[in-house]
């Protein structure tokens, strides 16, 4: 098929990837850092809305369901439009099996570029709040769920970012698939969509979600913030995206 890129052809693609975002300058990977956090934010932001209407069990499936369907807006335009992702860029653990680029300059591109995505993310959710659009069950929702991401038990959440992470680097995988711009984004959506609507845990959406919440009003401490969601969300995304995933396709179609 013309259209689409063998497994073994992403797997090369991403090595190449991998070898240009290792090489960026880190001025650079802070600057696109600091836009793919704002563009997962946007994501988060929309799911709060579609959510944060009451009703019963069938309406908040619904709800949830469309929330879901609306959130991957947030990766296409991280990669379609340009930017650096920490969740997706842990798939530079291609390049480093294939000796294409040394630890140390993959560690710093996953340290600058999650830096960037934490102060991307932060302001969004400032400017969001000051924006008075946050308002009534909207901001009852906002505040609901950045108190439920930050009390969930250290070992759950690190599962859920396994499993996230699982979904995310199989949506950069995927759209690396396809070589025409619908192709991409459908490759993006459906595993997007599924680990919102499962309850997955996504380090970089979960830096809007609860400054969001706590810009509001929600009862969470800067320690539950960062050491109860973000650190075993994180350790979980980087075992479900640096380790699972390329780990697997390269020895399947590498080695």
């Known amino acids: 098929m013309s259209g689409v890129n063998s497994p073994v052809e992403i797997t090369e693609i991403w090595i190449g990837n991998g070898v240009k975002k290792a090489n960026l300058p880190a001025v650079k990977m802070l600057l696109l850092g600091m836009l793919a956090g704002a563009y997962i934010g946007f994501g988060a932001y929309v799911f709060i809305l579609a959510t944060a209407a009451g009703g019963d069990a069938f309406q908040s499936m619904i709800a949830k369901l469309t929330g879901a369907a609306l959130f991957p807006v947030g990766l296409m ?12 860029n842990n798939l530079l653990t291609l390049a480093l099996m294939d000796k294409k680029i040394t630890a140390g300059k993959m560690l710093k ?77 459908f490759g993006i959506w459906f595993p997007i ?26 009862d969470v401490t800067i320690g539950a913030f960062f050491i109860g969601n973000l650190l075993p969300v994180t350790i979980g995304n980087l075992i479900g995206g640096a380790v699972v995933v390329p780990f697997a396709y390269y020895f399947a179609y590498k080695k």
């Not at 335009?77 to 997706?88: H, K, P, R, S, Y």
């Not at 901001?139 to 979904?167: D, H, Q, T, Y």
Request: proline share 2%.
């Open 193 to 218: 969509m599924l680990f919102v609507f499962a309850g997955f845990e996504h380090s970089v959406a979960n830096m809007t979600y609860i400054p969001m919440g706590m810009f509001l009003g929600a």
């Open 77 to 88: 335009m991280v990669i379609l439009c340009g930017a650096e992702l920490f969740t997706g």
């Open 109 to 185: 591109n996953w340290v600058i570029v999650y830096i960037g995505n934490l102060i991307g993310s932060v302001l969004l959710a400032f400017l969001l709040v000051k924006s008075g659009l946050l308002a009534d069950a909207a901001a009852e929702r906002a505040m609901a769920v950045a108190a439920s991401k930050a009390s969930i038990p250290f070992m759950a959440a690190v599962i859920r970012g396994i499993l996230c992470n699982v979904l995310v680097v199989l949506a950069c995988w995927l759209q690396a698939g396809a070589k025409d711009l619908i192709g991409k984004i």
